[in-house]
């Protein structure tokens, strides 16, 4: 049968079942012509539309992914090892959804909403919501203006992130991309105790098992888990799973958006999940692209990245949402928001290949890891000539962008004169100040993994760098000084770290800072 074309196959069949009650049934059911790899492909279906679930007499789900002539492909969703040529398929009349609501909160969940870790079924009200959703139109949204703290000084005081925004984490593999979405989680923690807080979905796209527990155990000792949501998507399962495995952790987030509140949902990573796609198009014999990608390799990520947003505070926010079910619609209220960090795996620093290139147009900004940086003790290893945030200070308080506006280009500075400073010999005391400014602003910008800053700490440090108050502490006891430093303040100057997280910081308080800055360094400086 393999040998023969798709057409000959359907004339035959059409004559074998020329019986007219089959023939109308042949737009609700199909016959399995050929199967393989995870494709099956099926005569029938006639009234099949592209995306809709259809169940075969196992119980297996696939998705209609090619609507041809004379059949139609589906992927499957599960291993194909029950299913047979001449088998049935019928329509669901139904898209991919999952099920969403608050009970998924701290679980471990496949991509169809199913726990799978072993705690039993996901409890409390739960909501069908589409994998496949519009983007909200310009006029549901507005600027993205409020901050959503990583706890990592690099990226608060240089590249911040606003609730709402895309921002794409970008670098070679071992150089901590995954530590940094890990470590953004960890610092919503104080905003969930607060009421404040910002629901978090970590998908993990054709990952170890074992890497997801690993990441899972950390979230669960950092406190981390009872406002997280980890969607898994093994890499011993489907390439189909890979694919709609961002798609459910965005339905997800959506839910927390549409009802009100923010949430925060982190791809790691798109470029598997890209592999996966071209895997797919390939078996389907679309026609290969760029990179052996197909064409519409850019839609597939671009339509998932559209719908991080901040959605406007209105009333009849749910009556506007019309592809939403008519369950949920009550719970809606607008006025939250949609924050995705996705991670793109470069090849030896490459970002002008296909996939991060198409990643890094979509998003407002990207944070670029590099794997020198990385070895030569920098951690995170960001550069932050490359790195930018499209968003900027609209997202920072003022006590932070008071401090940190001059910061980055004092960084740009140091990096170029320090890359000329390896050839010359002799250099004059002005650009030594400057290497040595630089040096020190590294220093206090380095932060072991998993120990998120809360941001009137990173506000006080970040001073004492920008302000060049401790140019005479040598390097290797800038770590000791950072330490002893905030650990004053939080002891006899709460109020002062009360007014920097409030975004104050006026002379009053920076005479204080000075003080203190020159006061403690005084002991360091040999």
């Known amino acids: 049968m393999s040998d023969l074309k798709y057409s000959e196959i359907s004339s035959i069949l059409k004559e074998e079942l020329s019986n007219f009650q089959f023939e109308s049934k042949l737009s609700e059911y199909g016959i399995i012509v050929q199967i393989g790899d995870g494709i099956v492909r099926s005569f029938g279906l006639n009234s099949a539309f592209y995306g809709e679930l259809v169940e075969f007499h196992t119980g297996i789900k696939g998705i209609v992914f090619n609507l041809e002539e004379d059949h139609v492909s589906i992927v499957l969703l599960h291993p194909s090892k029950d299913i047979k040529e001449g088998d049935q398929v019928k329509r669901t009349g ?89 470590d953004t989680i960890i610092n919503q923690k104080k905003f969930f105790e607060e009421n404040n807080p910002v629901y978090c979905i970590y998908v993990a796209i054709s990952q170890k098992g074992s890497t997801i527990a690993r990441i899972t155990q950390i979230l669960q000792e950092k406190g981390a888990l009872p406002y997280t949501t980890i969607v898994a998507a093994k890499s011993s399962e489907p390439a189909s799973i890979q694919v709609y495995a961002p798609f459910s952790g965005t339905s997800i987030g959506e839910y927390f958006r549409d009802t009100g509140r923010s949430s925060l949902v982190i791809y790691d990573d798109l470029s598997k999940q890209a592999v996966s796609y071209r895997e797919i198009s390939l078996l389907l014999r679309r026609p290969p692209g760029r990179e052996a990608y197909p064409g519409d390799i850019f ?44 991670i793109i795996e470069t090849q030896s620093g ?24 990385f070895h030569s003790g920098i951690r995170p290893a960001i550069n932050e000539s490359i790195s930018v945030s499209r968003v900027g200070g609209a997202a920072q308080i003022s006590s932070m962008r008071k401090i940190s506006g001059t910061l980055k280009l004092d960084q740009a500075q140091f990096r170029e004169l320090e890359s000329f400073s390896k050839f010359g010999s002799e250099l004059d005391p002005s650009t030594m100040e400057i290497l040595k400014k630089g040096k020190i602003n590294i220093e206090i910008l380095k932060q072991p993994a998993h120990s998120p800053y809360d941001i009137a700490d990173q506000i006080a440090i970040i001073y004492v760098g920008t302000k060049n108050l401790i140019k005479d502490v040598p390097i290797d006891k800038i770590s000791s000084f950072e330490k002893e430093y905030l650990f004053y303040l939080r002891e006899k100057h709460e109020n002062l770290l009360i007014s920097l997280r409030n975004g104050i910081l006026d002379d009053k308080i920076s005479e204080i800072l000075d003080k203190i800055a020159l006061k403690l360094s005084r002991k360091y400086i040999l």
Request: proline residues 6%.
């Open 350 to 373: 490459d970002i002008s290949s296909y996939i991060p290139t198409n990643v890094i147009s979509i998003t407002d900004g990207q944070i670029f890891l590099e794997k020198d940086l």
């Open 299 to 342: 839609y597939l990520h671009s339509r998932l990245l559209e719908r991080a947003s901040k959605i406007i505070k209105d009333q009849n926010m749910a009556e506007k949402m019309n592809d939403l079910p008519v369950s949920i619609k009550k719970e809606v209220k607008g006025g939250g928001s949609l924050t995705a960090i996705p």
């Open 94 to 182: 139904k898209v991919l959804s999952i099920k969403v609501g608050e009970g998924m909160l701290g679980r471990v969940i496949d991509i169809l909403g199913n726990p799978i870790d072993g705690k039993g079924p996901i409890e409390g009200k739960l909501f069908e919501m589409p994998l496949e959703r519009k983007a909200p139109g310009v006029i549901y949204r507005e600027p993205v203006k409020e901050s959503l703290y990583t706890g990592i000084k690099f990226i608060d005081s240089m590249i911040p992130i606003g609730r709402g925004q895309r921002e794409l984490i970008i670098g070679d593999r071992q150089t901590g991309k995954t530590t940094i979405a890990i």
